[in-house]
């Protein structure tokens, strides 16, 4: 089993930043941290999970929902096992709670979420 922790959510007033830290623990049998697809998404009250941003095995190759891009970035450390979203310029409508997952072979595994919430 893979266990996700996120962390580094919190008030922030529009136009600061947060970086949000996802560390993935346990084992998956026949993969290790770096073989994880890893993303974020994020929920907001009401509305439907939806994908903020991913990151290949190697991050060769990054994706952004058009709502984000250019204000936030996502990066991963596979010594560490954990993968990172640094969001600038963040605005009230970022207000969410976001969460980790990784893909693992066949396997979605999601972390418990931490709330983010943009206002003056």
């Known amino acids: 089993q893979v266990q996700l922790v996120e962390s580094g959510g919190g008030l922030v007033q529009p136009g600061g930043s947060l970086r949000l830290s996802c560390v993935a623990s346990?084992?998956?049998?026949?993969?290790?941290?770096?073989?994880?697809?890893m993303s974020w998404y994020c929920q907001a009250p009401g509305k439907e999970r939806e994908l903020v941003a991913s990151?290949?095995?190697?991050?060769?190759?990054?994706n952004y929902a058009d709502s984000v891009k250019g204000r936030f970035t996502i990066s991963r450390d596979n010594a560490k096992n954990t993968v990172y979203l640094q969001m600038n310029s963040l605005k009230p409508e970022d207000t969410a709670v976001y969460y980790c997952?990784?893909?693992?072979?066949?396997?979605?595994?999601w972390g418990q979420g931490t709330q983010v919430t943009v206002s003056s």
């Open positions: 997952k990784a893909v693992v072979g066949l396997r979605n595994y």
């Open positions: 346990g084992v998956a049998s026949g993969f290790t941290f770096s073989k994880y697809v």
């Open positions: 990151i290949t095995t190697a991050a060769r190759s990054t």
